[in-house]
């Protein structure tokens, strides 16, 4: 089994900083791509970053230049350290990995989920 466990979220004002962590454990074999995701009420969850086991990193527009992604390959966690935030980052932010098993079957796995408030 894996799984993927996300911490970090909070309500915080605009303009201040955030740092999500999301931990993967369990039968892992290697990880490829990691990354965050976000889904605000009514609306369709989103991809904001993304981060290969290489280091190569991908952004949604609207977070380029605020969000930096990154990995501790040593401990199988994925960051994303969330500055300036605005209202509009308000969502509940999910953490993904593809994940190969011991029988090197891809999957890709989620976190819970975890809520990120920007309001004053």
């Known amino acids: 089994q894996v799984q993927l466990v996300e911490s970090g979220g909070g309500l915080v004002q605009p303009g201040g900083s955030l740092r999500l962590s999301c931990a993967a454990s369990g039968s892992i074999f290697s990880i490829n791509v990691m990354g965050w995701y976000r889904q605000a009420p009514g609306k369709q969850r989103e991809l904001v970053a993304t981060?290969?086991?290489?280091?190569?990193?991908n952004y949604a527009d609207s977070v380029k230049g605020r969000f930096t992604i990154s990995r501790d390959n040593a401990k199988n966690t994925v960051y994303l350290q969330m500055n300036s935030l605005k209202p509009e980052d308000t969502a509940v932010y999910y953490c993904?990995?593809?994940?190969?098993?011991?029988?090197?079957?891809?999957?890709?796995?989620w976190g819970q989920g975890t809520q990120v408030t920007v309001s004053s």
């Open positions: 981060i290969t086991s290489g280091g190569s990193t």
């Open positions: 993904n990995a593809r994940i190969f098993s011991r029988n090197l079957v891809p999957y890709d796995y």
